[in-house]
């Protein structure tokens, strides 16, 4: 079994959002953007996926070295993971099993923790 966890800063998001037009293309699948554009503050949707992201490829052991739209999160309240791509490919290789995302935010902060079993 290996975890990963994330601690990120909304504001940090926020300003990604607003600064570069390409942020939210480049990070987020278009079923990811559709949700988080659809609550009442985007930016801490945002934050929470972002720190997801980062907590699976810390527990498959990638790191930040993945493709951020392929790790894709979906589902309320329980989030799922779906791998594609090189990341997928990698989570096969590393023999990675049944992958458990837990997301929390506050108003200044999101973070997200995972749990990746061995296959």
Not at 25 to 48: D, K, V
Not at 82 to 94: N, Q, Y
Request: charged share 30%; aromatic share 8%; net charge positive.
């Amino acid at each position: 079994m290996k975890v990963g966890i994330d601690l990120i800063e909304i504001p940090r998001i926020s300003r990604a959002l607003e600064r570069y037009a390409g942020f939210r293309e480049r990070c987020f699948t278009e079923a990811e953007r559709a949700y988080c554009e659809s609550r009442a503050n985007p930016a801490q949707h945002y934050a929470a996926r972002f720190a997801g992201k980062e907590a699976v490829g810390k527990a498959l052991g990638s790191g930040v070295y993945f493709t951020w739209r392929e790790i894709e999160i979906a589902g309320r309240p329980k989030p799922g993971v779906t791998l594609s791509g090189k990341t997928r490919a990698w989570a096969e290789r590393v023999g990675a099993g049944r992958i458990e995302l837990s997301m929390t935010h506050s108003r200044e902060l999101a973070t997200a923790v995972c749990v990746v079993s061995d296959a």
